[in-house]
């Protein structure tokens, strides 16, 4: 998880969006 956020460990589309917002 190269976030480093343990809550968002298997929700990667989540992450992703939030990335690209």
Partial sequence: D???EP???G???YVA???LS
């Fill in 11 to 13: 929700r990667p589309v």
């Fill in 7 to 9: 809550e968002f460990r």
């Fill in 17 to 19: 969006a939030i990335d």
């Fill in 2 to 4: 190269q976030w480093g």
